[in-house]
């Protein structure tokens, strides 16, 4: 499945890429995968990304943050951020009186795709 908010640069046979494809896969994170070795204009914009002009893999852009080869706990902070951040401004809470709790009516943004992602804790 492609996902516009978690973007994975990289090279198959890279196994730093390796082991974030199978950790993406495994937590079942919605992404998108480039292999800059097989494609020409995915490795300009990953070039684009670096004030060097190298193409540094493994990165990842989350939104608008990138992660060069990061750590599993700053990318799952990173992660957690693209998920709230496929929320809109919550509504008024409500109380609701049968069940005795308030309720926040969460809306979701058009192309959400947080439904798909599952976290670890």
């Avoid at 097989?38 to 004030?51: G, I």
């Avoid at 060097?52 to 893999?57: E, L, M, Q, Y």
């Avoid at 939104?63 to 693209?82: D, F, M, Q, S, V």
């Avoid at 008024?92 to 058009?110: E, H, L, M, R």
Wanted: charged share 25%; hydrophobic share 40%.
């Amino acid at each position: 499945m492609e996902a516009n908010n978690v973007l994975l640069y990289g090279a198959e046979q890279c196994h730093k890429t390796q082991f974030y494809l199978d950790f993406l896969k495994e937590k079942k994170v919605a992404f998108s995968f480039f292999d800059v070795t097989k494609n020409f204009e995915k490795e300009q914009e990953l070039r684009a990304l670096f004030a060097s002009g190298k193409a540094n893999f493994p990165t990842f852009l989350i939104g608008h943050k990138r992660l060069r080869n990061p750590k599993i706990g700053l990318l799952e902070k990173w992660l957690n951020r693209a998920e709230a951040a496929n929320y809109e401004t919550p509504n008024t809470p409500k109380y609701d009186s049968a069940a005795f709790q308030f309720t926040c009516g969460i809306v979701k943004k058009n192309g959400d795709v947080s439904d798909l992602i599952e976290y670890w804790r």
